[in-house]
Nanobody
């Protein structure tokens, strides 16, 4: 099992930036992908971005392409999500998740372990 802890959420004005971090511990050798998802009140959890843990390939939802960047956090067992030009519609609880499967997937049920989430609020 992998334990994931998100940090870095908060309140920001539209057009601003936030950097989320997802720290992984436990059986990190079993991770193939780290994904970021978000869930707004009354909506389903949706894919935001994913990173291949060893190869570095990245994947993005169309809604965040060009504004968000996912990357490994240096030598740490952590993944960062840099969010720029934030919009009110980006407001949600953001979760990171670990996938042990070999292939990239963008739906929540494909991910095995989840963090507790961090709130991001973008004011207009």
């Amino acid at each position: 099992q992998v334990q994931l802890v998100e940090s870095g959420g908060g309140l920001v004005q539209a057009g601003g930036s936030l950097r989320l971090s997802c720290a992984a511990s436990g059986r990190t050798f079993s991770i193939n992908f780290i994904g970021w998802f978000r869930q707004a009140p009354g909506k389903e959890r949706e894919f935001v971005a994913a990173l291949n843990w060893s190869g570095g390939s990245t994947y993005y939802a169309d809604s965040v392409k060009g504004r968000f960047g996912i990357s490994r956090d240096g030598a740490k067992s952590a993944v960062a999500l840099q969010m720029n030009n934030l919009k009110p519609e980006d407001t949600a609880v953001y979760y990171c998740a670990a996938r042990m499967g070999d292939s990239y997937r963008a739906y929540p049920t494909a991910y095995n372990d989840w963090g507790q989430g961090t709130q991001v609020t973008v004011s207009s």
